[in-house]
């Protein structure tokens, strides 16, 4: 039986959902930017409130939940091979506040040496953008419970699913028995797990909106079997995601995650639901230039960004008489000691006994001095 349905309603659905999609993460852009701003006016000030008891918080968190509705709901409207590529707007908002909210002056030409990378990947992402939202999947499949389950015991699904499992538990293997810890590794766990995880979404959101509409749909088993599968996918990206995080630059880690998830949610979609099955090979063509081109573009983007530096206090401790200093005046970043140990807001936190150690073998004395930009240094001199 052919599920499938492109007509006049189908083209109505997508609108919706590409609409849906576009508006969920350009909220959920804008709520980052204000728990950000929300993180940031707290730091190096007397304020004792935790972040989540300020109003700004909470109105992001708001906005937040507001865009993963619309991005949930979109997927029971549109393609998933159509939504997923989406999140490009997500970066390219991200972007466009940035800039907007910059409080730096600079001159043009310098303005335009710095930002250049991140104009030319907003151009490259609208563009992209574009092309595989016209030209891509209009097929729409309406997924009742009945349906799902035909997929899914589909041997073309069924064959993925198996390949994709080998490819997880080796991934997997790799990485926790070798230690290899490459962002490409942690990264390719995230985006297999997220292809799971936008099948799962894709049936879950159509089979809830059917509900809503009168056709009860939640007493179903696979309903209550994709859900399971749904969050815990979610949860165990989640971990991955934090791994990446902390040992890459989450730019890094934002470009290269947007280009493996979207792939193989692209791929899951073609292969589960068969979103290609009635576009032509122009239409299929020019839909993978468009996502290639915003591949380019976020890449772009992101590759401007630079891990903000907050203010956290520390302290330092003279060798010379052994008299500890408190830093809490809201300097943007820790000094760089070379003949002090620290401890604090530490990156390595091998550098103290370094420098106990360099101090034991060379018995150096510390002098404090002042540097030009306002921090304290300190200069070694052996004796």
Same mark, same amino acid.
């Given at each position: 039986?052919?599920?499938?349905r492109?007509?006049?309603?189908?083209?109505?659905? *997508?609108?919706?959902?590409?609409l849906? +999609?576009?508006?969920?993460?350009?909220?959920?852009?804008?709520?980052?930017?204000?728990?950000?701003?929300?993180h940031? +006016?707290?730091?190096?000030?007397?304020?004792?409130?935790?972040?989540?008891?300020?109003?700004?918080?909470?109105?992001?968190?708001?906005?937040?939940?507001?865009?993963? %509705?619309? *991005?949930?709901?979109?997927?029971?409207?549109?393609?998933?091979?159509?939504?997923?590529?989406l999140? +490009?707007?997500?970066?390219?908002t991200?972007?466009?506040?940035g800039?907007?909210?910059?409080?730096e002056?600079?001159?043009p030409?310098?303005?335009?040496?710095?930002?250049g990378?991140?104009?030319?990947?907003?151009i490259?992402?609208?563009? &992209?953008?574009?092309?595989?939202?016209a030209?891509?999947?209009?097929? @729409?499949?309406?997924?009742?419970?009945?349906? /799902?389950?035909t997929?899914?015991?589909?041997?073309?699904?069924?064959?993925?699913?198996?390949?994709?499992?080998?490819?997880?538990?080796l991934?997997l293997?790799?990485?926790k028995?070798? @230690?290899s810890?490459?962002v490409?590794?942690?990264?390719?766990?995230?985006?297999?797990?997220?292809?799971?995880? /936008?099948?799962s979404?894709?049936a879950?959101? !159509? #089979?809830?909106v059917l509900?809503?509409? &009168?056709? #009860?749909?939640?007493?179903?088993?696979i309903f209550?079997?994709?859900?399971?599968?749904?969050?815990?996918?979610?949860?165990?990206?989640?971990g991955f995601?934090? =791994?990446a995080?902390?040992?890459?630059?989450?730019?890094?880690?934002?470009?290269?995650?947007?280009?493996?998830?979207?792939?193989?949610?692209?791929?899951?979609?073609t292969?589960f639901? =068969?979103?290609?099955?009635?576009?032509?090979?122009?239409?299929?063509? #020019?839909?993978?230039?468009?996502?290639a081109?915003?591949?380019?573009?976020?890449?772009?983007?992101?590759?401007?960004?630079?891990?903000?530096?907050t203010?956290?206090?520390? /302290? %330092?401790? *003279? #060798?010379?008489?052994g008299?500890?200093?408190?830093?809490?005046?809201?300097e %943007?970043s820790?000094?760089?000691?070379s003949?002090s140990?620290s401890? &604090?807001?530490?990156? *390595?936190?091998?550098?103290?006994?370094a420098?106990?150690s360099?101090?034991?073998?060379?018995?150096?004395?510390?002098?404090?001095? =002042? %540097? !030009?930009?306002g921090?304290?240094?300190?200069?070694?001199? =052996?004796?």
């Amino acid at each position: 039986m052919d599920y499938f349905r492109v007509d006049g309603s189908s083209y109505t659905d *997508n609108l919706i959902g590409t609409l849906l +999609a576009i508006f969920g993460n350009v909220l959920i852009s804008i709520s980052l930017s204000i728990q950000k701003q929300s993180h940031v +006016a707290l730091v190096g000030t007397k304020d004792s409130r935790a972040f989540y008891r300020t109003k700004t918080w909470w109105f992001g968190f708001i906005f937040t939940l507001l865009g993963e %509705t619309a *991005n949930f709901v979109s997927y029971a409207f549109a393609p998933l091979a159509l939504v997923a590529p989406l999140n +490009a707007i997500s970066a390219l908002t991200s972007s466009i506040l940035g800039l907007i909210f910059l409080r730096e002056k600079s001159k043009p030409k310098e303005f335009i040496q710095r930002y250049g990378f991140s104009f030319l990947g907003c151009i490259l992402t609208i563009a &992209g953008t574009y092309l595989f939202v016209a030209f891509g999947p209009n097929s @729409h499949e309406k997924l009742i419970a009945e349906n /799902v389950v035909t997929h899914l015991v589909g041997w073309p699904v069924l064959l993925y699913l198996l390949l994709e499992i080998i490819a997880f538990c080796l991934l997997l293997y790799f990485y926790k028995k070798h @230690h290899s810890d490459y962002v490409v590794i942690i990264l390719l766990l995230v985006a297999l797990l997220s292809s799971v995880t /936008v099948i799962s979404v894709k049936a879950v959101s !159509s #089979m809830l909106v059917l509900t809503v509409e &009168g056709t #009860m749909q939640l007493n179903y088993p696979i309903f209550t079997v994709l859900f399971v599968c749904m969050v815990a996918s979610v949860v165990f990206q989640a971990g991955f995601l934090s =791994q990446a995080c902390k040992r890459y630059e989450s730019s890094l880690v934002a470009s290269v995650n947007y280009i493996f998830s979207t792939t193989l949610a692209v791929v899951a979609g073609t292969v589960f639901y =068969q979103e290609f099955k009635h576009e032509d090979a122009l239409h299929i063509c #020019m839909f993978l230039l468009g996502t290639a081109i915003c591949f380019l573009g976020v890449f772009l983007i992101t590759k401007n960004r630079k891990r903000a530096k907050t203010f956290e206090p520390y /302290v %330092t401790v *003279n #060798m010379n008489n052994g008299v500890p200093t408190i830093h809490n005046k809201g300097e %943007t970043s820790q000094a760089d000691y070379s003949g002090s140990f620290s401890y &604090g807001a530490l990156v *390595n936190s091998d550098g103290g006994a370094a420098a106990i150690s360099q101090v034991e073998k060379e018995h150096s004395t510390a002098n404090f001095t =002042q %540097t !030009s930009n306002g921090q304290p240094d300190y200069k070694q001199h =052996q004796n």
